[in-house]
């Protein structure tokens, strides 16, 4: 009932401030439906894995690009290439190499748990707002200090 109660707040223009010191100070069951009724969410530098992976579910996933680089030796079929190749490592110590580069879309946590734990400085937060109309802006680090 309460957790309804919240996601009534926003169609009134008010809100709730909840400090929790872990998302276990609320039964298991309302843990994914309270950090979705909130518009407003903050993890602070200290969080355990455990509520981090409760955020990270709430925040869900964005898609982003990696890029591989792999280095290949360059073998050369040819006697004259394969002497200066010879010269080039001999000259510069490193072998003929070529690059090869993957780049793909592959779909992440904005923030992991284990981000959340352990790379969070401290006077930290990571922190996520949300319109009075409950659009979400994606998580932001923050530093608290002034």
Do not use: M
Not at 124 to 144: K, M, Q
Request: charged residues 25%; contains cysteine; hydrophobic residues 45%.
């Amino acid at each position: 009932e309460t957790v309804r109660g919240i996601r009534r707040l926003r169609s009134v223009n008010a809100g709730a401030v909840l400090a929790l010191r872990t998302v276990d100070d609320v039964p298991e069951a309302l843990h994914t439906p309270l950090l979705g009724a909130v518009g407003c969410t903050a993890a602070f530098s200290g969080i355990t894995t455990w509520d981090g992976k409760r955020f990270a579910e709430a925040w869900g996933k964005e898609w982003v690009e990696t890029r591989e680089v792999a280095q290949h030796t360059v073998f050369a079929d040819q006697p004259f290439t394969r002497a200066l190749h010879a010269l080039r490592k001999l000259v510069t110590g490193k072998a003929v190499t070529t690059d090869a580069v993957t780049v793909r879309q592959v779909e992440r946590e904005r923030w992991s748990a284990s981000e959340l734990a352990y790379a969070v400085p401290a006077g930290h937060a990571v922190i996520r707002l949300a319109t009075v109309e409950g659009e979400h802006a994606p998580p932001l680090l923050v530093e608290l200090s002034g």
